[in-house]
């Protein structure tokens, strides 16, 4: 297992286009995460989930974004019409479990031209 | 307001020297972690800290967990060139799911 996949690694979209970012956990690891990560700033979580499960949505804005982990395939963030502030680096990691360390994916660059 | 506050934020050294980087907070955590970025990647794990007073060594790096568990170090002896990346921790709020990441500290060793 090479660990946690992110597909694709760039992503361009115009203003008003949908965006969808892909994760596969490592596996094993039923536990993911999405963090996005403006230049030269730290990461902010935006949601966690479990197999079928949002455990915790809280820092995921309101409108136009949304994430889900379906039984079977890998977790999805999916961005509604994007605006040029969603162009940041969008980051999943996995764990087997709450207060494991978490194993981060290569990140999704989404710049919305 | 970050909950999490890293210092400095910014630390160019020698290589050979000795530095610390420090993490804060005024709050609890059940656990802090801490990750080292390289530009174009994700975060990776170093260490997991869990107990108050925790002390862990990684080769010339050494974490210290505070007592009260709200404050971190990590101290590099004879840094090197490759140490060169950001400096992430990142904590477990008591009775709360997820990680919250520092503000990070952006570490160059010159040759």
Same mark, same amino acid.
């Given at each position: 297992?090479?660990?946690? !996949? ?17 994760? $596969?956990? !490592?596996?094993?690891?039923?536990? %993911?995460?999405? +963090? ?9 979580? !935006?949601? +966690? ?10 820092? !995921?804005?309101?409108?136009? @974004?949304?994430?889900?982990?379906? /039984? ?17 680096? +969008?980051?999943?990691? $996995?764990? $087997? ?17 | 307001?970050?909950? #999490? ?5 910014? #630390? ?17 955590? =059940? =656990? ?5 970025q ?5 975060? %990776?794990?170093?260490? *997991?800290? %869990? ?11 050494? @974490? ?5 568990? /709200?404050? $971190?170090? #990590? ?11 950001l ?15 520092? *503000?990070g500290?952006r ?5």
């Amino acid at each position: 297992n090479a660990g946690v !996949m992110q597909n694709p690694r760039h992503l361009v979209r115009r203003r008003g286009q949908e965006a969808r970012l892909r994760c $596969s956990p !490592m596996k094993g690891h039923s536990h %993911v995460y999405w +963090y996005r990560q403006l230049p030269e700033e730290g990461l902010k979580f !935006m949601v +966690y989930l479990q197999k079928e499960n949002i455990i915790d949505e809280s820092g !995921m804005p309101k409108e136009r @974004f949304s994430a889900e982990f379906p /039984k079977e395939g890998p977790s999805i963030l999916r961005i509604q019409q994007v605006v040029r502030g969603d162009s940041a680096a +969008y980051f999943c990691a $996995s764990s $087997s479990g709450q207060g494991y360390g978490y194993t981060f994916g290569s990140g999704t660059r989404l710049t919305v031209v | 307001t970050q909950l #999490l506050e890293q210092s400095p934020q910014f #630390l160019s050294i020698q290589e050979g020297e000795n530095l610390t980087v420090y993490c804060n907070s005024s709050s609890v955590f =059940s =656990s802090l972690q801490w990750y080292r970025q390289e530009p174009g990647e994700g975060p %990776v794990l170093l260490v *997991t800290v %869990v107990t108050g007073g925790e002390v862990k060594k990684l080769k010339r790096l050494t @974490f210290q967990f505070g007592d009260a568990r /709200k404050d $971190s170090s #990590l101290h590099i002896t004879a840094a090197q060139p490759g140490d060169t990346g950001l400096y992430l921790c990142a904590g477990v709020l008591l009775g709360a799911n997820n990680l919250f990441f520092g *503000t990070g500290t952006r570490l160059t060793v010159i040759p």
